[in-house]
C-alpha cells in the first residue's frame, strides 16, 4: 500500500512564497506510473482541487484560482510530487492534501483519487 505524505506548511505572509512537498512511499503501486494532484480545503468550505499532473510530467492542470501563481512538479526518482506558490494570498489559507489516482488520465475531479495524504497546513496572514 502507497502512502503519501505531505510537508512544508507553514505561516507565510502576503506576497510570499512556499514550496509544499509530497513523498509516496510503501509497495503495492508505482508512484512513476500514475497521475498525481494537489487538493485543499479552507475552514467551512468544501475541499477542492488546485492542481494535477500527468504521470510523465508533461501535462499539467490548475485551477483558476491559482493559475500564474502556482506550479506544481513531481520528479519521479524520488517518488516526490510538490507544489510551488507564488504571490500568496490570504484565501490560499487551507489544509493542502496530495492524492493519487490509480491509472487513467490526468484530473482535478476530487472522486477519481483514492490515495490521500494526512494534509499539512498553509496560513497566509500578516
Known sequence: QVQLVESGGRLVQPGGSLRLSCV???SGRTFSSNPMAWFRQAPGKERE???AISW???NTYYA???KGRF???RDNAKNTMYLQMNNMKPEDTAVYYCAAKWGGTTSLREYEYSGWGQG???TVSS
Do not use: K, R
Request: glycine fraction near 12%.
Open 120 to 122: 499539512t497546513q498553509v
Open 71 to 73: 506550479t506544481i512538479s
Open 64 to 66: 483558476d484560482s491559482v
Open 24 to 26: 509516496a512511499s510503501g
Open 56 to 58: 510523465t510530467g508533461v
Open 49 to 51: 482541487a488546485v492542481a
